[in-house]
């Protein structure tokens, strides 16, 4: 069953582009949370989408919020990946995809592809917005202004 604005967010740990776990399930509930689902490292639109968390990411910190970028790819690839443009979030690796079914993110193009859908969770755990689009620059703005009003 897919997560609603107004559902507690579930807890999680990943291990991330370093092999370390991060306990996603620590910090529900303590701060505001973006965490956006992906495709594929160095695609070109899940490249735009972290470079542009990367160049808005002061924004993100300034408002007090955690920034985690979540695909299947393996600990190496995030590894490359946040090396390659310097990203100043984790990426998290869930090879076996239990992160995003706990988040109900389905597949797009006739199920062929991993969706892209971001969550901006409050500082109490509470989802305060779902979204889900391919367009990867339309997460940004939209998540920004959703962690600002916070």
Do not use: W
């Amino acid at each position: 069953m897919a997560l609603k604005i107004g559902d507690k967010a579930p807890g999680f740990t990943l291990n991330n582009q370093d092999n370390v776990a991060v306990l996603v399930d620590e910090l529900i509930g303590k701060k505001p949370m973006v965490i956006y689902f992906y495709p594929k490292n160095f695609t070109p639109g899940c490249t735009a989408q972290a470079c542009s968390f990367r160049d808005q990411y002061q924004d993100f910190t300034d408002a007090g919020a955690k920034v985690f970028g979540i695909s299947a790819d393996s600990v190496e690839s995030h590894k490359r990946f946040k090396a390659k443009h310097n990203l100043p979030f984790d990426t998290l690796s869930d090879t076996s995809n239990k992160v995003r079914k706990k988040y109900g993110v389905k597949n797009e193009l006739l199920g062929l592809l991993p969706g892209r859908e971001t969550f901006v969770v409050d500082a109490s755990g509470i989802i305060k917005m779902r979204f889900n689009s391919m367009m990867a620059a339309k997460h940004i703005p939209k998540a920004l202004a959703v962690i600002k009003g916070l």
